[in-house]
């Protein structure tokens, strides 16, 4: 039997994301879970607020304090965006690693992150140290860096949509388009007029079309892949679902004659959690759901020059808690895939 080794805390344990970072945790090998803050439920036993944890976790909700976080290896920040720039630099400096889900660390030109963010940056000397947490670009980084930004949900899918024909130079990297539909989890647990029952339930749309926060940090990531400036079109949608996010990307192909469905077998064949269907497949969300895989199908219509990528993630887990924990693995030199062999629950 393992030992648990490595102690960890977790900066807003009652959203979305820390809950399900508790559900991952909790089970982990080799990591303790000694903190999990709430202001609003400092007192309250987890296994309370949150049944499913019942017998498998006495913990109970801590006020975030500094000393308590500073005693862990390493702490995830589960918490709203301009939250976690406030604690970092004095964790770092007691040499706790750090993984943020929100996107305080993730874009890399601070002017760009301020007007998307609408936020003043609290500790500007940490971003360009901060490392982008998406492992299957930035996995060598990832296993040194004292401090993650864990990448947003549409990034992810759409990065990893892109990245063998962007690698490759196999597309006009000018004119992308990626066209994404996410469940109403990504929204948060925070109560809000289009997250409500009767305004998501049977019904279907479009947002941020003129701009999305996602954008910089998408263009961001396909710019280090393509070495150089991208343009992207990039539309998010809502879909009447709790958790999974499709992301379809369309590339225009500079040659004809390149076998894609061997480009990303081959590119992604050491990938633990990308995985290529066969031809002509189409991913479905609930195959993921729960778990820390990327589904990807590859598609050219007949005469096209246009490459067509399916992407499913769970919003949740690949795009937010599992991949903080697949990065955690690496930061602390475990197992990559360490806690993270969860199947999808069909149907
Ligand atoms: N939902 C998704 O699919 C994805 C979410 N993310 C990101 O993950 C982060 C968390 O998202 P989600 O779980 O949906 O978040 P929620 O907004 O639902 O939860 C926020 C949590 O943070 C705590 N919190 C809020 N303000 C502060 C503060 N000032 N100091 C300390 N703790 C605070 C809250 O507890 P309390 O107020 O009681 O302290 C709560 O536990 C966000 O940055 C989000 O953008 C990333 C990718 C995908
Ligand atoms: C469906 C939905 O609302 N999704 C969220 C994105 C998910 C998320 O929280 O991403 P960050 O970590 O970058 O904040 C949105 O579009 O704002």
């Known amino acids: 039997m393992r030992v648990a080794m490595y102690k960890v805390g977790i900066v807003g344990g009652t959203g979305y994301t820390g809950v399900e970072l508790l559900r991952l945790l909790t089970r982990h090998p080799d990591v303790s879970l000694e ?59 007691s040499n706790t690693r750090v993984i943020d889900l929100g996107a305080d660390f993730r874009l890399k030109d601070l002017s760009v992150w301020s007007d998307w963010y ?78 409500l029952l009767c305004e998501a339930n049977d019904n279907f749309k479009a947002y941020g079309a003129s701009g999305h926060r996602h954008l910089p940090e998408i263009k961001q990531g396909l710019s280090q892949i393509a070495g150089g400036e991208v343009g992207l079109v990039f539309v998010p949608h809502l879909v009447p679902m709790t958790r999974g996010m499709q992301a379809t990307v369309y590339g225009r192909l500079r040659t004809s004659d390149t076998d894609l469905q061997a480009l990303y077998e081959r590119r992604y064949a050491d990938e633990p959690f990308v995985d290529v269907m066969p031809a002509g497949s189409h991913p479905e969300t609930r195959t993921v759901r729960g778990t820390n895989m990327c589904r990807v ?51």
């Open 118 to 195: 609408k936020l003043e940056h609290a500790c500007p000397e940490w971003v360009e140290q901060a490392v982008y947490g998406l492992p299957e670009l930035n996995r060598a980084a990832i296993a040194e860096a004292r401090l993650v930004a864990n990448p947003g949900c549409y990034p992810t899918a759409v990065i990893l949509g892109y990245l063998p024909l962007l690698e490759s130079q196999l597309i006009d990297p000018e004119h992308l388009i990626a066209d994404a539909k996410s469940g109403v989890s990504g929204a948060g647990r925070q109560p809000q007029q289009h997250t």
């Open 35 to 93: 903190v999990i803050t709430s202001r609003g439920n400092a007192g309250t036993a987890v296994a309370d607020m949150f049944p499913s944890l019942r017998g498998r976790l006495d913990l109970r909700f801590s006020e975030p304090d500094r000393d308590t976080l500073a005693a862990c290896d390493l702490v995830f920040f589960a918490t709203p965006n301009g939250t976690a720039m406030k604690l970092v630099p004095d964790l770092l400096a």
């Open 297 to 347: 199908g590859v598609h050219r219509q007949p005469g096209s020059d246009t490459a067509i990528v399916l992407s499913v993630i769970d919003n949740l887990d690949k795009g937010a808690a599992s991949q903080a924990v697949q990065n955690m693995n690496l930061m602390l030199g475990l197992p990559e895939t360490a806690g993270l062999d969860d199947i999808a629950v069909l149907p």
